[in-house]
């Protein structure tokens, strides 16, 4: 039984993770439209920045995570103007397909800038067992995976805040609901969307910090966008609550699948379980747990 | 000028209906099928032949099963790379476990069990769409090689997991020198462009393209969007699971599973991209320029003697660039180029 809740507990805090780059999309799909196949490479790229920084011009951490910021709200802002003002009004799957060109010219620059190389990212908080739940309940859970979550979970809330609270929040759900209504009554659309890029670049640095901890700062970062995709099949597109849960989800049945399921048919099923999880949930609901309700006209 | 169609009058349906209804066109077609059947295996250097030639005809066959599904059905496809391995696998297990399968149709049969594998994949399509659809196809592209790494059977009990591809024999002849393997390809692939070029313009191709447009309004007007998507899903593996049967036996050698990975499929949605979607040109032409430039980057790297890491990391950004470029200022790729071009022959020197 404890092993059980250990592989459960396991999984929902990368779930936690995983839903961390999955509100990356979804601030993007919300406040544009558009479904940011980059934002794995936002990730790597920005957790990349940030070890260069400390690596190659000795920063300390703390000057690397404001600088590293500085970066993504630069690359948010350049992308807005170069990628996506350009492409106003063409169909989602064009966008969609130029965010994929997105991602590969930014694995391209970010390993051109720092080395491919993997490096180590050491982050002030220790991967131990937490001893109170070790000894009292012998389960084990990481300090730094509890952490993590307690980041995340601040992360959202601040989120949360920003876009239900502030002018600025009131502002992206106007865009979000209708571009062309929105820019009627004289939101400017672009600052929206350099604002929402900007803030994916920091999601993506604090994802891309806690992932790179934990594995190393290496291309496989990149591959958190595919672990993010199931997520946001499940929990509908435009959901940050379903993000969340999708994430929770996925992660605990990902690794319950794994450690129940894989040995039965010879493991390493972690890669497709979620796709297949999402796939088979989309037949049933297409718009996903809190997704809106699709209606479609000639 | 050089392309004036004057004095070309159309009398029966049949000429009016033709591929190909100008006379340069219909010159210009033969001239370069002759000249890569027969001037292109005699002068050609085997590397010539072997690193370009056939990679370029077997993606461009990949790109047009892509296209199919993509440019003219509106099914976008993350998973082209498996329907390759499909075939590719299914046609290594045919020649390897029935004894005296002619290769040709072991081919054959390699595509149609891509086919199957892409209607049963293609299933999602009929409640999903768009990047939905997309990020549905990635789990072919996982699960698909997944099954092929871990299924011993698919692999024929091979210790390493990669193995060497059987000899082509066709009819008693064997094909293994560069110039004999690139007619062969070449062949093939002549064929099965052809019948894509008469597939997209008949009532197939319609329905697709109906479907491609607005799927609910060519529903309300008889069309029927299961049937027809999964024709499109079919027939678009089909010509993937070939063209991976042909990436095993004729280019690579060695059937391995590593060789499908997502990258491919990434690279062959490229292909699509800047050649032209929708577009049976465009499909070689976004071929071509895709096997093309790492070599021409290669040339450029050496010759400012970069290291190669920095030459693979410039290849991502170009290659990232362009798709961005492409989408911004010619959505319709390297195939509208080239009819731009065409029109603006047709009235040179005198442009009024």
């Known amino acids: 039984m404890s092993f059980f809740l250990e592989v459960l507990i396991g999984g929902l805090l990368s779930g936690v993770m995983y839903a961390l780059v999955a509100i990356g999309f979804v601030l993007i799909y919300k406040a544009s439209g558009v479904f940011n196949f980059a934002q794995g490479a936002m990730v ?48 989602e799957i064009t966008l969609f397909m130029a965010t994929i060109g997105l991602a590969f010219f930014i694995e391209g620059l970010a390993q ?87 803030v994916a670049g920091m999601v993506a640095l604090v994802a891309g910090l806690l992932w790179g901890a934990r594995n190393g700062v290496q291309f496989a970062l990149t591959f958190i966008a595919l672990k993010a995709l199931p997520v946001l099949i499940l929990g509908g597109f435009t959901s940050i609550p379903g993000a969340i849960v999708g994430g929770l989800i996925i992660g605990a049945s990902e690794k319950l699948a794994e450690v129940y399921i894989g040995p039965m048919v010879g493991g390493g099923i972690e890669g497709w379980f979620p796709y297949v999880l999402a796939l088979l949930f989309l037949l049933v609901r297409p718009e996903g747990l809190f997704g809106e309700k699709i209606i479609r006209r000639i | 000028m050089f392309y004036r169609e ?80 499909v075939g590719a696998f299914a046609s290594f297990n045919f020649v390897a476990r029935v004894p005296g399968m002619p290769m040709l149709l072991a081919f054959v049969l390699g595509g149609l069990s891509a086919a199957l594998v892409g209607i049963a994949f293609g299933l999602p399509s009929l409640r999903i769409r768009g990047f939905y659809l997309a990020a549905a196809t990635l789990a072919t592209q996982f699960f698909v090689v997944w099954c092929l790494t871990k299924i011993p059977y698919l692999t024929n009990y091979s210790t390493s997991g990669v193995i060497t591809a059987q000899k082509i024999v066709i009819l008693g002849y064997v094909f293994d020198t560069p110039a004999t393997k690139y007619l062969l390809v070449l062949a093939i692939v002549s064929l099965m462009a052809l019948l894509a070029k008469n597939m997209v313009r008949s009532n197939v191709g319609r329905s697709w393209m109906a479907i491609r447009d ?85 040339i450029v790297a050496h010759g400012l003697s970069l290291p190669t890491s920095v030459a693979s990391n410039l290849e991502l950004m170009v290659f990232g660039a362009l798709i961005i470029f492409f989408l911004i200022v010619e959505p319709h790729g390297l195939a509208r180029l080239w009819q731009i071009g065409k029109e603006k022959l047709r009235l040179w020197p005198f442009p009024h």
Not at chain 2, 63 to 78: E, H, K, R, V
């Open chain 2, 6 to 85: 004057a004095g070309q009058f159309k009398t029966t349906y049949e000429s009016d209906n033709q591929i190909f209804p100008i006379r340069q066109d219909r010159y210009a077609m033969l001239a370069v099928l002759a000249l890569a059947l027969l001037v292109v295996p005699l002068f050609a250097s085997p590397y010539m032949l072997s690193a370009i030639l056939i990679p370029f005809l077997i993606f461009s066959l990949a790109a047009l099963g892509l296209n199919i599904l993509t440019g003219y059905a509106g099914q976008l496809s993350l998973g082209t790379a498996a329907f390759m391995a």
């Open chain 2, 214 to 298: 607005m799927d609910m309004a060519a529903e309300v007007i008889g069309f029927r969007p299961m049937r027809t998507k999964l024709l499109a899903f079919a027939v678009s593996s089909f010509y993937c699971g070939v063209a991976g049967a042909l990436y095993a036996y004729a280019y690579l050698g060695t059937v391995e599973p590593e060789a499908y990975n997502l990258d491919l499929s990434f690279r062959i949605l490229f292909m699509i991209i800047i050649g032209g979607v929708g577009s049976i040109l465009g499909s070689f032409l976004g071929a071509a320029f895709i096997v093309l430039l790492p070599v021409f980057l290669n």
């Open chain 1, 44 to 91: 790597f790229f920005a957790a990349l920045t940030c070890v260069g920084m400390i690596d190659k011009f000795g920063m300390s951490l703390w000057l690397a995570i404001p600088v590293t910021m500085a970066v993504m709200v630069v690359l948010g802002l350049a992308i807005e103007r170069v990628v996506l003002r350009p492409l106003v009004n063409q169909p």
């Open chain 1, 112 to 198: 051109l800038m720092w080395g491919s190389q993997v490096h180590k990212l050491d982050l002030p908080i220790e991967d131990v067992p937490i001893p109170y739940l070790m000894d009292n309940y012998n389960i084990i859970v990481s300090q730094f995976d509890v952490t993590a979550a307690g980041i995340c979970a601040l992360l959202v809330t601040a989120l949360a805040l920003l876009f239900s609270r502030t002018r600025i929040g009131r502002a992206l759900r106007a865009v979000a609901d209708d571009h062309q209504a929105a820019q009627a009554v004289g939101i400017p659309l672009q600052q929206i969307w350099a604002v929402v890029w900007s």
